[in-house]
Nanobody
Framework: QVQLVESGGGSVQAGSSLRLSCAGSGRTFNRNTNTNAWFRQVPGQEREFVAAITWSGGRTYYADSVKGRFTISRDNAENTVYLQMNGLKPEDTAIYYC???????????????????WGQGTQVTVSS
C-alpha cells in the first residue's frame, strides 16, 4: 500500500506564495511509484492536472496555467514531493491533491486515472 499525506495549504492574498508538501510512505511506495503529481479540484468540476515529477531523471511537467509560477520538486531521501506556488491568483483556489503512479510519459502523467494512490487533499484559497 501507498500512503500520501499533503500539508501546507491555507488562505492567502493574490500574489502570495505557498509551498505544499506530500509525504509518501507505505510498504510498496518505492516499488509502485515512478511519478508523483499534483492535481487540483474545484467543487463541481473535474480534477485538473497541475504538475508532475518522475523519480528517475527528475523530469517535470506542468499545466500551461501554472507554468512559470509553480515548481514541483522532490526529496528522494524523505520520499517527499513539494509544490512551490508563487504569484498565486484567485483562480488557483481549489483543493490540491497529491498522487502517486507508475506512468512517466508526458501525456499519461496528466491523466488522473493513471494514478493508483491519492492523498486526502489540502485546501488552497486565494483572495483578490
Amino acid at each position: 500500500q501507498v500512503q500520501l499525506v499533503e500539508s501546507g495549504g491555507g488562505s492567502v492574498q493574490a500574489g502570495s506564495s505557498l509551498r505544499l508538501s506530500c509525504a509518501g510512505s507505505g510498504r510498496t511506495f518505492n516499488r509502485n511509484t515512478n511519478t508523483n503529481a499534483w492535481f487540483r479540484q474545484v467543487p463541481g468540476q473535474e480534477r485538473e492536472f497541475v504538475a508532475a515529477i518522475t523519480w528517475s531523471g527528475g523530469r517535470t511537467y506542468y499545466a500551461d496555467s501554472v507554468k512559470g509560477r509553480f515548481t514541483i520538486s522532490r526529496d528522494n531521501a524523505e520520499n517527499t514531493v513539494y509544490l512551490q506556488m508563487n504569484g498565486l491568483k484567485p483562480e488557483d483556489t481549489a483543493i490540491y491533491y497529491c498522487a502517486a503512479g507508475t506512468a512517466t510519459t508526458a501525456i499519461v502523467v496528466r491523466v488522473a486515472r493513471s494514478y493508483h494512490s491519492w492523498g486526502q487533499g489540502t485546501q488552497v484559497t486565494v483572495s483578490s
